[in-house]
C-alpha cells in the first residue's frame, strides 16, 4: 500500500471516531441519539410508581430504574455515590418534580452526567400546600404520564408512534382505575380517614374525601395536638389509623390504643399503579360507620 492510500485512510478513520463522538449522549433539545445501549433508552426515577407509568408508555424501548429503594422515606432521602453513578449513565431523569432530594440535589446529579436530561413530571400540576404526592392521584397521574411521553418523543423521536400508541392505552388504563375508585367511595363523600403521614391528600381531594393527619410537615404532634386527634377520632367513629412503611408508627399506635382502633398499612409507594384500587378498599372499609 502506497503513502497516498495509507493517508487517505487515516482521514476516513479519522472522520468516522469524529462522527461517533459527535453521536454519543443527549443534545440541548433532550434528544438522545441512535447510539444507545441495547437500542433503549437508559430512564432514572425517584420512586416506584414512576417506573411503573414510564413502563406504560416506554414498552420495550426502555430501561427503568428506581433510584429510592422500596421503604425507604422520600422525604429524608439523600443519593448515594452509587446513585450518582447510576445516573452518569441514564439518558433521562424522570423527577416528580417536588420531592425536596431532587431539587438540593439537582447540580450534582447533573455533574455526574452533563448530557442528561432533566424531566419535571409534575409540569401543569397545581401542587396543594407542598405536598408531593401527585402520583397517588389517578387523575393527575393522566398530566404526569403525558408529560412522560412527550419527554420519551423528545429523546427518542423515530419511536413516536409506539409512545403515543402506548400513552392512549395508559390513558384508557389510568381512567379505568378512577373510575373503579369512584365507585368505591361513592358512599363515603364527605367522610374522614386518619392516617399517620399525609401522603392521600390528592386522592381524599378527588374522592371527595377528608385526609386527617397525625403527623404535619415532618413534625410530631404536640401533647395538645395529639389530644385534639383522640377527640375528633372519637366524635367521628374512626377505628383505623392508618400507617405507611416508610414512616414510624409510634404515634400512630399511641392514638390507636387511645381509640381501641386496629392499625393498618398503606403504601404510597406502590410497585404497580393499579394497587391503589386495594388502598381505596381499605380506606372504604375503615370509613364504614364513620360519621360525617
Not at 497516498?4 to 478513520?13: A, G, P
Not at 430512564?43 to 416506554?58: E, F, R, T
Not at 404526592?133 to 387523575?139: A, K, R, V
Request: aromatic fraction near 6%; charged fraction near 25%; include cysteine.
Amino acid at each position: 500500500m502506497n503513502l497516498r492510500k495509507i493517508t487517505s485512510l487515516l482521514i476516513v478513520m479519522g472522520l468516522s471516531a469524529s462522527l461517533n463522538l459527535v453521536g454519543c449522549g443527549a443534545s440541548e433539545t433532550g434528544k438522545v441519539t441512535d447510539d444507545m445501549t441495547n437500542n433503549k433508552l437508559n430512564i432514572v426515577v425517584s420512586i416506584l410508581p414512576q417506573a411503573d407509568l414510564v413502563k406504560m408508555v416506554g414498552g420495550e424501548k426502555v430501561d427503568v430504574t428506581v433510584m429510592i429503594p422500596p421503604g425507604a422515606n422520600p422525604d429524608s432521602f439523600e443519593p448515594s455515590t452509587g446513585d450518582l453513578k447510576m445516573l452518569s449513565k441514564a439518558d433521562l431523569y424522570i423527577q416528580v418534580g417536588h420531592l425536596p432530594f431532587e431539587k438540593a440535589w439537582e447540580e450534582r446529579i447533573l455533574s455526574a452526567n452533563h448530557d442528561l436530561v432533566l424531566v419535571n413530571s409534575s409540569e401543569g400540576i397545581e401542587v396543594i400546600d407542598h405536598d408531593p404526592h401527585i402520583w397517588l392521584s389517578p387523575q393527575l397521574a393522566k398530566i404526569q404520564i403525558d408529560n412522560i411521553c412527550q419527554a420519551l418523543i423528545n429523546a427518542d423521536e423515530k419511536n413516536k408512534d409506539y409512545y403515543l400508541n402506548n400513552l392512549e392505552k395508559a390513558l384508557e388504563k389510568l381512567s379505568a382505575i378512577d373510575k373503579q375508585i369512584a365507585d368505591i367511595f361513592a358512599d363515603h363523600k364527605g367522610k374522614t380517614f386518619l392516617v399517620y403521614h399525609p401522603a392521600w391528600g390528592y386522592l381524599a381531594k378527588d374522592y371527595g374525601l377528608i385526609e386527617m393527619a397525625i403527623e404535619d410537615h415532618g413534625k410530631e404532634p404536640s401533647p395538645g395536638e395529639m389530644a385534639e386527634i383522640i377527640r375528633t377520632a372519637k366524635e367521628k367513629g374512626i377505628a383505623t389509623v392508618f400507617t405507611s412503611p416508610q414512616h414510624s408508627t409510634r404515634s400512630a399506635e399511641a392514638i390507636a390504643k387511645e381509640l381501641d382502633a386496629k392499625v393498618v398499612s398503606l403504601d404510597p409507594l406502590p410497585a404497580k399503579y393499579e394497587d391503589l384500587i386495594e388502598v381505596a378498599r381499605l380506606i372504604s372499609a375503615a370509613m364504614e360507620g364513620v360519621n360525617e
